[in-house]
């Protein structure tokens, strides 16, 4: 009786220890605010943010709606992180394009833009998530937050199809496959969700390799 009860005690966040190793759906745990995202992002794409409540979130993660507050004053706030989370996919492959030589090679750029369709196809949910939620998600688009980092975003972007070391071919092509992989799993809604995630990457990178063609020459 005594490891039950010890197996069920709350911690000092509020959540039960005894699922201390295991986030919903048996996902590993990481930081408590992380966590938080984690199961929102879960709901808010079932339920949708309408209709799910700060308690509901607080209840699927075994916390006390007070420790919820800890790490989040309002509802809004989450959203707007998990907002943000959808422009930090990535940067690092963005960068790395901006960045590449004069002597880079198409494999070179095939191979970046296929670690930026791996970091964006390991987080489809993000996709969902917005494609369900727009209304919401308008509301943010005048706070000074969110204008800051779509502005980054933008100059990521402006810096990869501005690069002089890249021709113009090469530039339109990247536009073109960047814009298929956004495509595929923002710009055309849930038209694919019921496509497994693996199929639909395999699909997604056949269409990216079709723009940026190696030559055998």
């Keep these: 009786m005594a490891n039950v009860q010890?197996?069920?005690?709350?911690s000092p966040g509020g959540a039960r220890e005894g699922d201390a190793g295991r986030n919903r759906g048996g996902r590993p745990r990481g930081s408590t605010r992380e966590r938080i995202l984690d199961v929102a992002l879960d709901l808010f794409t079932e339920r949708g943010y309408g209709d799910t409540s700060?308690?509901?979130?607080?209840?699927?993660l075994g916390f006390t709606k007070a420790a919820l507050y800890y790490h989040f004053e309002k509802k809004e706030d989450i959203l707007l992180a998990l907002h943000l989370r959808l422009h930090a996919l990535g940067e690092s492959a963005l960068g790395q394009l901006a960045d590449m030589s004069e002597d880079a090679t198409v494999e070179d750029w095939r191979a970046v833009l296929d670690e930026f369709l791996d970091q964006v196809i390991q987080n489809r949910k993000l996709f969902l998530f917005h494609v369900r939620n727009e209304n919401a998600l308008e509301a943010l688009q005048h706070t000074e937050h969110n204008q800051t980092d779509h502005a980054d975003f933008q100059e990521q972007l402006r810096k990869v199809f501005t690069a002089p070391a890249l021709p113009i071919e090469l530039r339109v092509r990247l536009a073109c496959a960047i814009g298929a992989v956004m495509g595929?799993?923002?710009?055309a809604g849930d038209a694919f969700s019921e496509v497994p995630t693996e199929a639909l990457a395999g699909m997604v990178r056949e269409a990216v390799h079709d723009l940026l063609p190696i030559s055998t020459a």
């Design 6 to 10: 010890a197996s069920t005690a709350s």
């Design 184 to 187: 595929a799993l923002m710009g």
């Design 54 to 60: 700060l308690r509901e979130v607080a209840d699927e």
